[in-house]
């Protein structure tokens, strides 16, 4: 009993070392998930201020001297041209969390919402494959089964010590008190068989 | 016996049928090693019990942990994403800003207009990104109440307007999680820690059972015979004290804390990180009343206690300690609260080498207070035993100059030998990653209690402030036999004439005799004091005191003057100088070459930092912020009906065109901006004189200021170019029962 108690603590040490294992893994995936998401959101501040500086540019254009025209004309394709390549990054990766983007590949805030962190960062961890496979919570919990069963062995070990005692008073016993404390040693030996028997099966 | 039963050997069968009589002691021995037995079952399932608890604990704590640092991390990350958002907005409402004073104070034309709205426009649309990402991110979004509309109270909490040290309010708050983590795994440890020592009463209380079971059974044997009644009674002995012991230990099991602690913690933990002190000592308490062996907080309900013992400026979410300084000395009532904590987390298992520091200062503190000698040999005590943990650890080369200092300084308070001490402090004050300002500042502000608790040692203390400023200055030193200091080459210099101009921002002083000083070859440290009001000691303002660098010195007449360098640019947060009496010690190659002492007469004042400027003001706490979005490129403090204020504009250096470095250009801009402000609040607006050189106004080289006069007050302006191109006009106003002139110095570069 003792044998069988020791093999589930050893059993829960080893389940919590790789449960320790799997949640530092979890953890470092999970930040590195974290900042990559937060640097798309950067992005995105640089995206769409691009796209209304250039939209804003070309329409500004006709109000202004030829010269300024012009000049402000090609800023606008500048600004365009960095949005564009921007909002490929950030929009075409993770297409359902991005923002509605016009053919031109600018942002258009009227018909659609902003970055949405929470739907690009489960995008993002659904994709992280080292993610995957691991559950340190789980591992946790089977730590800690294995750990009551070595306890529930242990009780079960000191019930078989308890029927020893029945049976001792009933060898230094006579008559009837003998067969009493026998019997009752005997069921003592039997729940505890039958409590063996649960816990090792189940 | 019945034929069932198990086949135990009668005592006569082993002993004789002479021992017949013996055979009911022997039957009673059997049983009572079977019950023994048992005990030892049940102690041994309680073992195991115990031996689960710590596991699970401990598994517990590992993870409360691992969690703890990744949720720092990600919330570290998560609310510098959000600040740079509010970077992002206000970067873009500057370019507003600036197109839209581009168009008032330069060239503007139709393309400057349209940029200002431009830029507006992009502005409203970051602002409505930013607080949808934020909610899709469950964070809250940081916005400015005097500008951005609408700005509910809570986000408007985190802004620059309302955080004094921002952004480390937002942080702190998104941190919250990462405090209460690393409380749970320190009750989680806390519940380790007791199931490891049950489980080790536990092998205590078996051993004892073990001996018992082997004194029974010995007693049975032929050899046993003779000293039966003996081995029997020293058997049961033994197995009553082994059942006592595992009672006991059982039913006084320690209890896990509550995970209530580890919240009240981790609002203790933010608010401090908030300079809400009081606050923080309240909810320690609740931690400390549901968990009392918390050491964490314990120790840092300690220090809050100790910074509550400084003197504080104003009141509510901007208190802050005045000054700002880490060196000043507490009141004896903190210190008492702060050591007591101190100890007890120290007796409570603490091994940080940080605490026993604390505790050694506070001790010392305490006993320079109370003339206590017995404090200060616990102090000596103390700091040697955190010296010599701290000297094994790497980041903590300020404590250990600290507790070095404090050894030294005990030694010195109590008559014993002080000098090999001061000089291994002094010779960690030439470690690289040491604060030296700080180290030498809280070793002035220390030498001059002990000078006011104990006038005795006057003269130890005058030689010993020299021999720590020069310990920087030209490493550590040894006195000369007639008690000077190493002059290195060049006679000692005496200054005449020294005089004091504090203002509520600024310190300025000014030498009118500097005697055989020459700047290329002699070094001069300024140690500016600040009287403590509560114990009495100069306290030292390390922040603008220290060697004075290339720059730091101007020429004035025969003499020289400081470049009034500013407490509030300074400061961190960015604080105000209280009211209270100023003095500053001029040292000249390690020795005293002057030193002048004078009033600063002023209200309570706090440092209120513009949003839309990098630059604070020493106000009032009541006056009010300025509409920012109804004044482009401007922002200011004033009173509720705006008879008295303060302003200050940022106009892009290229509104002046290729004028930009001309002097005239600068004050004309000025005078314009004056004009276009004063033209409907101040009737009567008329200059008092030309406009002049200065190097006050928010320390620009090529700064420039102007008197002015208004029907029933008068204004200061000032203008000046910063490094980076922007021009800076600022102006004060109001009654002549308003210090127009000290609210004018206190604007301060941030």
């Avoid at chain 1, 039997?190 to 816990?199: D, M, N, S």
């Avoid at chain 2, 302006?717 to 609210?743: C, F, K, Q, R, T």
Wanted: proline residues 6%; charged residues 15%.
């Amino acid at each position: 009993m003792g044998w069988r108690a020791s093999l589930s603590d050893e059993h829960a040490v080893h389940q919590d070392e790789l449960s320790r294992q799997d949640l530092v893994q979890q953890q470092q995936s999970e930040l590195a998930d974290t900042q990559l998401v937060d640097s798309y959101m950067t992005q995105f501040g640089t995206f769409a201020e691009d796209s209304l500086l250039a939209r804003s540019l070309r329409q500004d254009a006709p109000r202004v001297d030829h010269n300024n025209a012009q000049t402000m004309l090609s800023e606008a394709q500048v600004d365009l041209n960095l949005a564009r390549n921007i909002g490929r990054q950030i929009g075409f990766t993770y297409p359902a969390a991005a923002p509605y983007v016009n053919p031109d590949g600018s942002y258009e805030p009227q018909k659609g919402s902003a970055f949405d962190f929470a739907q690009t960062l489960a995008f993002v961890e659904s994709a992280d494959e080292t993610l995957h496979g691991l559950d340190p919570d789980q591992l946790r919990a089977q730590a800690r089964s294995q750990r009551l069963l070595g306890l529930h062995l242990t009780g079960i070990a000191a019930l078989f010590v308890s029927a020893l005692v029945f049976l001792t008073l009933a060898a230094v016993s006579r008559g009837t008190r003998a067969r009493w404390f026998a019997s009752l040693g005997g069921l003592v030996a039997g729940v505890a068989l039958v409590l063996f028997a649960l816990v090792d099966l189940f | 016996m019945s034929p069932e039963s198990p086949e135990i050997p009668h005592v006569s069968e082993l002993t004789g049928e002479h021992e017949h009589h013996h055979d009911r002691h022997g039957r009673l021995i059997a049983v009572a090693i079977v019950l023994t037995t048992l005990a030892a079952a049940l102690v041994a399932y309680a073992q195991a019990a115990a031996l689960r608890t710590h596991d699970e604990a401990d598994a517990r704590a590992e993870r409360n942990g691992a969690l703890a640092l990744s949720a720092a991390a990600i919330a570290n990350d998560e609310s510098r994403a959000q600040v740079d958002r509010f970077d992002l907005l206000q970067s873009e409402e500057r370019r507003a800003d600036n197109a839209a004073l581009f168009e008032q104070y330069g060239a503007g034309s139709a393309a400057t207009k349209l940029e200002a709205a431009r830029w507006t426009q992009i502005a409203h649309q970051t602002y409505a990104d930013t607080r949808a990402i934020a909610k899709s991110e469950g964070l809250p979004y940081i916005c400015s109440p005097s500008h951005d509309a609408p700005c509910p109270a809570a986000n408007g909490f985190y802004s620059p307007e309302q955080d004094p040290n921002f952004p480390i309010r937002y942080q702190q708050n998104a941190l919250f999680q990462s405090y209460r983590l690393s409380a749970l795994r320190d009750a989680a440890n806390q519940a380790a820690d007791n199931g490891e020592a049950q489980f080790v009463h536990y092998a205590a209380a078996l051993t004892m059972l073990a001996v018992g079971v082997f004194l029974f059974g010995y007693a049975l044997t032929p050899q046993g015979r003779a000293r039966r009644t003996l081995f029997v009674r020293a058997a049961s002995g033994f197995v009553v004290v082994a059942c006592g012991w595992a009672l006991f230990h059982a039913l006084e099991h320690g209890s896990t804390p509550p995970d209530s602690a580890a919240t009240a913690f981790a609002n203790g933990e933010v608010a401090t990180n908030d300079y809400q002190y009081g606050q923080a000592v309240a909810d320690y308490d609740r931690a400390i009343k549901l968990s009392p062996k918390f050491v964490t907080a314990l120790f840092h309900r300690a220090t809050a206690e100790y910074v509550l013992g400084v003197p504080h400026s104003t009141l509510g979410s901007t208190t802050l300690p005045a000054p700002a300084g880490p060196v000043t000395v507490p009141s004896v009532q903190a210190i008492d609260k702060a050591a007591a904590d101190d100890a007890r987390a120290r007796d409570q298992g603490s091994t940080s080498p940080t605490l026993l520091a604390n505790l050694g200062a506070d001790l010392l503190y305490r006993g320079l207070l109370r003339h206590d000698s017995n404090d200060l040999r616990q102090s000596l005590d103390v700091s040697r035993q955190a010296a010599l943990a701290l000297a094994q650890q790497n980041q903590s080369a300020n404590d250990l100059v600290n507790a070095r200092f404090d050894i030294a300084e005990a030694e010195l308070a109590l008559g014993d030998s002080y000098a090999r001490d001061y000089q291994l402090a002094e010779h960690s004050l030439q470690a690289t990653d040491v604060d030296t300002e700080s180290g030498v500042g809280a070793a002035l502000t220390d030498l001059d209690l002990i000078r006011v608790t104990h006038p005795a040692l006057a003269s130890q203390v005058a030689t010993l402030d020299g021999q720590v400023v020069a310990s920087v200055q030209f490493g550590p030193v040894a006195l000369t036999p007639n008690g000077d200091l190493p002059a290195k080459g060049r006679p000692p210099i005496r200054f005449t004439g020294v005089q004091l101009q504090p203002d509520p921002g600024h310190m300025l002083y000014t030498i009118k005799g500097p005697g055989s000083f020459n700047p290329s070859d002699d070094v001069l440290s300024a140690q500016w004091q600040y009287k403590d009001p509560v114990n009495g000691e100069w306290a030292v303002l390390p922040e603008i005191s220290g060697p004075v660098a290339k720059g730091g010195l101007l020429p004035a007449g025969p003499g020289y003057s400081s470049s009034n360098p500013s407490y509030v640019s300074l400061s961190t947060p960015a604080t105000c100088l209280p009211a209270g009496q100023y003095k500053v010690d001029l040292y000249v190659n390690g020795q005293l070459a002057g030193s002048a002492t004078t009033p600063g007469n002023w209200p309570t004042l706090q440092a209120a930092r513009f949003r839309q400027v990098d630059a604070a003001i020493c106000a009032p706490p009541n006056w009010q912020p300025l509409s920012v979005s109804s004044t482009p490129g401007a922002d200011g403090y004033f009173t509720a009906n705006a008879s008295a204020g303060v302003v200050v504009f940022t106009i892009p250096g290229a509104a002046l065109g290729s004028a930009q470095a001309n002097p005239a250009a600068l004050a004309f801009l000025m005078r314009k901006v004056v004009a276009g402000f004063a033209s409907s609040v101040l009737p009567g607006l008329v200059p008092k004189g030309p406009d002049q050189a200065t190097s006050f106004f928010m320390n620009f080289s090529d700064g420039r200021f102007q008197d002015w006069t208004f029907n029933g007050g008068k204004l200061i302006s000032g203008v000046g170019m910063s490094p980076s191109g922007e021009i800076y006009v600022g102006l004060s106003y109001g009654p002549a029962s308003v210090d127009v002139a000290d609210l004018f110095l206190s604007i301060s570069q941030l």
